[in-house]
């Protein structure tokens, strides 16, 4: 009687499990125009039970699926051709020990969007072929040491959006290959001593939006082949002698919305084929002598939105491919050249708008940029005098330059002609409120009539 009934509960379970396995999943072709296995508001155990054969699925993905804890026994499926797993949104919050052993295919496994807080050791074995591992908008905290050392293939880890404040040593210890590191948007707070070590093949490192304040002067040891670093709003508030030395493939560095305030000597230090430097959004008011040294190959130099007041070409000497400088939105009222500072043969666009600057020696300048090909100049406090004759000076150089706010060359003139005429009649206005009596009207009358002709005299000769 016992038996019978046992035989029929498990009967009736097999069928439950089978007619539910039809309602929730569906084969069809992937992207890839193979099978692709598509399941739908399962839970952990649903797998667990999965009965049917998986054939030549080579996808599988769950949509609103709540799997919480995936073990060892969550996939626990025979030999298989599985190589892309997608679980986005699905409610995971742990990785256990073995997860995904059964998978030994598998190239690319997508876990975005879920509550994983937990990485158990061992959770990624077996994953020997894994390319692509996709964690982002998860609760990782601590990135635990040899978490990932099985992974000797995988190119692109993505750790974006989680609230990573610690990461081990050895924590990427056997990622050989990597290439595309991504940690954006997490919590850390300094890069510590050789923390990057292992990674001698990654190419890019996105370290975007986290709170970090001191880089360790031997953070980024080992990473010889990376080409671009981004750190761009973090809180940065000094670098230290040869910081990114070790980086003699990087690119392109990219600092903007940190709050470096002083360039020391040799910051940049060892950055030999770096092209590309973004310093934008920073509270920098001094350069050091030396500070830029070593950048031989820099093409671009951006120092948008600092605290400068007072910039000396000197700042720039030693950067001998420099092409592009941008000094746009500081509080330049002093640029100083000398005759001593290097020539600049590379130079072919520097922006000095939304400064400042009343004066600056153009014909000393120009000397010292002999292949500047644009300036950009709108919204400094220049006057009109000097506008024009800055203008006729560039025009000859075959310069072209720009002081109108559209920086349409065709307009330039008729922009200065405007803005003269603005600038005596400013002039006039502030006579304006001095004394108004009938013959001292005569008199302003009389002057108004002067200064302007003067200044269309000045416009029209
Ligand atoms: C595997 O193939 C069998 C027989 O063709 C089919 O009944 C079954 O639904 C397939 N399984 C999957 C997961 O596609
Ligand atoms: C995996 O796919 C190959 C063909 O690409 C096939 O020969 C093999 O039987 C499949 N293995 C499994 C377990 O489905
Ligand atoms: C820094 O963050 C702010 C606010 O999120 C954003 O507006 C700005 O574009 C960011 N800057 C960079 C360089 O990513
Ligand atoms: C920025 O740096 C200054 C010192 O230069 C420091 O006083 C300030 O607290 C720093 N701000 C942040 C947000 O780190
Ligand atoms: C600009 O520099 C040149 C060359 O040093 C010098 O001869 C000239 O006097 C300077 N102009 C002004 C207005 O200081
Ligand atoms: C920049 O200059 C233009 C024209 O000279 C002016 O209309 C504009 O208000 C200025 N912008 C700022 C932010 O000063
Ligand atoms: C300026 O004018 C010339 C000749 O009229 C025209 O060919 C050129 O396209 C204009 N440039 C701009 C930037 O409008
Ligand atoms: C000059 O002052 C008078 C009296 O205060 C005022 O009505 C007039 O608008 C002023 N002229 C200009 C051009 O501002």
């Given at each position: 009687?016992?038996?019978?009934?046992?035989?029929?509960?498990?009967?009736?379970?097999?069928?439950?499990?089978?007619?539910?396995?039809?309602?929730?999943?569906?084969?069809?072709?992937?992207?890839?125009?193979?099978?692709?296995?598509?399941?739908?508001?399962?839970?952990?155990?649903?797998?667990?039970?999965?009965?049917?054969?998986?054939?030549?699925?080579?996808?599988?993905?769950?949509?609103?699926?709540?799997?919480?804890?995936?073990?060892?026994?969550?996939?626990?499926?025979?030999?298989?051709?599985?190589?892309?797993?997608?679980?986005?949104?699905?409610?995971?919050?742990?990785?256990?020990?073995?997860?995904?052993?059964?998978?030994?295919?598998?190239?690319?496994?997508?876990?975005?969007?879920?509550?994983?807080?937990?990485?158990?050791?061992?959770?990624?074995?077996?994953?020997?072929?894994?390319?692509?591992?996709?964690?982002?908008?998860?609760?990782?905290?601590?990135?635990?040491?040899?978490?990932?050392?099985?992974?000797?293939?995988?190119?692109?880890?993505?750790?974006?959006?989680?609230?990573?404040?610690?990461?081990?040593?050895?924590?990427?210890?056997?990622?050989?290959?990597?290439?595309?590191?991504?940690?954006?948007?997490?919590?850390?707070?300094?890069?510590?001593d050789q923390m990057f070590k292992p990674l001698t093949n990654l190419k890019i490192l996105y370290l975007e939006h986290n709170n970090i304040k001191e880089l360790h002067q031997n953070a980024f040891a080992n990473?010889?082949?990376?080409?671009?670093?981004?750190?761009?709003?973090?809180?940065?508030?000094?670098?230290?002698?040869?910081?990114?030395?070790?980086?003699?493939?990087?690119?392109?560095?990219?600092?903007?919305?940190?709050?470096?305030?002083?360039?020391?000597?040799?910051?940049?230090?060892?950055?030999?084929?770096?092209?590309?430097?973004?310093?934008?959004?920073?509270?920098?008011?001094?350069?050091?002598?030396?500070?830029?040294?070593?950048?031989?190959?820099?093409?671009?130099?951006?120092?948008?939105?600092?605290?400068?007041?007072?910039?000396?070409?000197?700042?720039?000497?030693?950067?001998?491919?420099?092409?592009?400088?941008?000094?746009?939105?500081?509080?330049?009222?002093?640029?100083?050249?000398?005759?001593?500072?290097?020539?600049?043969?590379?130079?072919?666009?520097?922006?000095?708008?939304?400064?400042?600057?009343?004066?600056?020696?153009?014909?000393?300048?120009?000397?010292?940029?002999?292949?500047?090909?644009?300036?950009?100049?709108?919204?400094?406090?220049?006057?009109?005098?000097?506008?024009?004759?800055?203008?006729?000076?560039?025009?000859?150089?075959?310069?072209?330059?720009?002081?109108?706010?559209?920086?349409?060359?065709?307009?330039?003139?008729?922009?200065?002609?405007?803005?003269?005429?603005?600038?005596?009649?400013?002039?006039?206005?502030?006579?304006?409120?001095?004394?108004?009596?009938?013959q001292s009207a005569h008199k302003l009358a009389f002057h108004l009539y002067t200064i302007t002709a003067l200044s269309l005299l000045i416009l029209f000769c």
């Amino acid at each position: 009687m016992a038996k019978w009934l046992t035989q029929m509960v498990v009967i009736f379970v097999l069928q439950a499990t089978h007619s539910k396995n039809d309602d929730a999943c569906w084969t069809h072709p992937s992207s890839l125009k193979w099978y692709q296995l598509t399941c739908t508001k399962v839970n952990s155990e649903f797998f667990e039970n999965f009965q049917r054969s998986l054939n030549r699925t080579h996808w599988i993905k769950c949509i609103d699926c709540s799997l919480n804890v995936i073990d060892e026994r969550t996939f626990n499926f025979p030999k298989n051709n599985v190589s892309f797993l997608e679980l986005p949104h699905c409610g995971v919050w742990s990785l256990r020990k073995f997860a995904f052993r059964s998978f030994f295919l598998m190239k690319y496994i997508n876990l975005k969007d879920n509550k994983i807080g937990n990485l158990e050791q061992k959770c990624f074995s077996g994953l020997k072929r894994l390319i692509h591992l996709d964690l982002s908008s998860n609760c990782i905290k601590i990135i635990t040491a040899n978490i990932f050392s099985e992974l000797i293939n995988l190119d692109i880890l993505n750790l974006n959006y989680n609230k990573i404040f610690h990461i081990q040593p050895y924590a990427f210890t056997g990622l050989i290959n990597l290439k595309f590191l991504y940690l954006n948007n997490n919590d850390l707070k300094k890069l510590e001593d050789q923390m990057f070590k292992p990674l001698t093949n990654l190419k890019i490192l996105y370290l975007e939006h986290n709170n970090i304040k001191e880089l360790h002067q031997n953070a980024f040891a080992n990473l010889r082949n990376l080409n671009y670093l981004y750190l761009n709003n973090n809180s940065i508030t000094f670098l230290v002698q040869y910081n990114f030395k070790p980086l003699t493939s990087l690119i392109d560095l990219q600092l903007r919305s940190n709050n470096i305030s002083e360039i020391q000597v040799s910051s940049f230090n060892g950055l030999k084929n770096l092209r590309v430097l973004h310093l934008g959004d920073n509270n920098i008011r001094t350069v050091k002598p030396y500070g830029f040294i070593g950048l031989n190959s820099l093409s671009i130099l951006e120092l948008t939105r600092n605290k400068l007041k007072s910039v000396q070409f000197s700042y720039f000497d030693k950067i001998s491919n420099l092409g592009i400088l941008w000094l746009n939105e500081n509080f330049i009222t002093e640029f100083i050249v000398n005759q001593r500072d290097e020539v600049q043969d590379s130079l072919a666009l520097l922006d000095l708008s939304y400064n400042d600057l009343k004066y600056y020696n153009y014909t000393l300048l120009y000397s010292k940029m002999p292949n500047i090909k644009e300036i950009v100049f709108t919204n400094n406090s220049f006057n009109c005098d000097f506008f024009k004759n800055m203008y006729d000076f560039f025009l000859k150089k075959h310069t072209s330059i720009c002081i109108s706010p559209s920086c349409n060359v065709n307009h330039t003139s008729d922009y200065i002609d405007n803005f003269c005429f603005e600038d005596s009649y400013t002039t006039v206005n502030v006579l304006n409120i001095t004394d108004f009596s009938t013959q001292s009207a005569h008199k302003l009358a009389f002057h108004l009539y002067t200064i302007t002709a003067l200044s269309l005299l000045i416009l029209f000769c």
